[in-house]
């Protein structure tokens, strides 16, 4: 069964009157870190509250160690959820204002806790909600008490020398889910060298939505993940990106398309970038 939702702008309307629905505003922007918070406080969808990448779904970047966007410590993540009024049953809906990669990082951290039931994203984000004329609003949510309790799925992840010493197999799909540019090593605006880990595919994240901004039909997306892997297994499939964030919106992609849940390089090429030792390929 797939663990990928989503949610049209209409159907979430419908819905907002339910006293359980817990949503969450993933509004980011690298360029300006304050963006998502300071788009919130204007206006957001009634009921949303708002959850921050780096204050709340990232952990601290240790420089020379980790990537720019480390996995939340799990127990403070789960503290967070609670804060948000999350129980183990709420049915939990996502959204930003882009293609949806920051609400696909929420959706995946809250599968690697194990809440793989009713967690919807908002398909075509905000964008897709202000289309459609529905409400907006800045006023905050009551405070509500959570209950939720989770576990870190540790098949969820690959760490980085455990990737190392599979790039020889035949057998691995490693995704990448950044622009060609950026795979290519033509152009690099975020990290100190360009380039992808070899052996690996590009797969640019974007292209998992139509000109709409939203997702692609199913079978549209099993078509684009099935040239992707050829005749390799989808057991064997590892996506990775810049920081960890876009390749979430593959692997809620692929769960879409019906593939199962693949792990996370979650570290991803600014980690891998930390250790001089390990290889880097440019061009195709």
């Known amino acids: 069964m797939s663990h990928a939702q989503l949610l049209s702008p209409a159907q979430l309307a419908a819905r907002l009157d339910q006293p359980d629905l817990r949503i969450l505003d993933c509004r980011f922007a690298l360029e300006d870190p304050a963006y998502g918070a300071r788009s919130y406080a204007q206006e957001h969808i009634p009921g949303a509250r708002f959850a921050d990448l780096e204050r709340d779904l990232s952990g601290p970047v240790q420089k020379g160690v980790t990537g720019r966007h ?4 799990p127990l403070l993540l789960v503290e967070r959820l609670r804060a948000w009024g999350i129980d183990n049953a709420s049915p939990v809906v996502l959204y930003d204002d882009g293609p949806g990669a920051f609400a696909a990082r929420a959706w995946w951290l809250l599968a690697w806790l ?13 964008n897709a ?36 010493a599979r790039l020889g197999d035949v057998r691995l799909t490693l995704l990448d889910a950044r622009a060609l540019p950026r795979f290519r090593g033509e152009v690099e605006p975020l990290d100190p060298v360009a380039g992808h880990i070899p052996g690996a595919h590009c797969a640019p994240f974007t292209e998992n939505l139509g000109a709409d901004g939203r997702f692609l039909p199913a079978e549209q997306l099993r078509e684009r993940f099935a040239n992707l892997l050829g005749e390799r297994p989808p057991q064997q499939l590892v996506a990775y990106c810049g920081s960890g964030v876009t ?38």
Do not use: M
């Open 70 to 73: 480390p996995l939340p410590d």
């Open 247 to 284: 390749a979430c919106h593959n692997l809620f992609a692929l769960s879409l398309a019906g593939y199962p849940l693949a792990p996370l390089y979650a570290g991803s090429w600014s980690e891998w970038l930390t250790d001089h030792s390990r290889p880097i390929a440019t061009g195709d």
């Open 129 to 164: 909600w202000r289309a459609a004329g529905l409400p907006l609003t800045a006023e905050l949510p009551a405070p509500a008490a959570g209950t939720f309790q989770g576990q870190p799925d540790p098949d969820l992840l690959v760490e980085a020398q455990h990737l190392l």
């Open 114 to 126: 194990g809440k793989h039931d009713g967690v919807f994203i908002l398909d075509g984000g905000l």
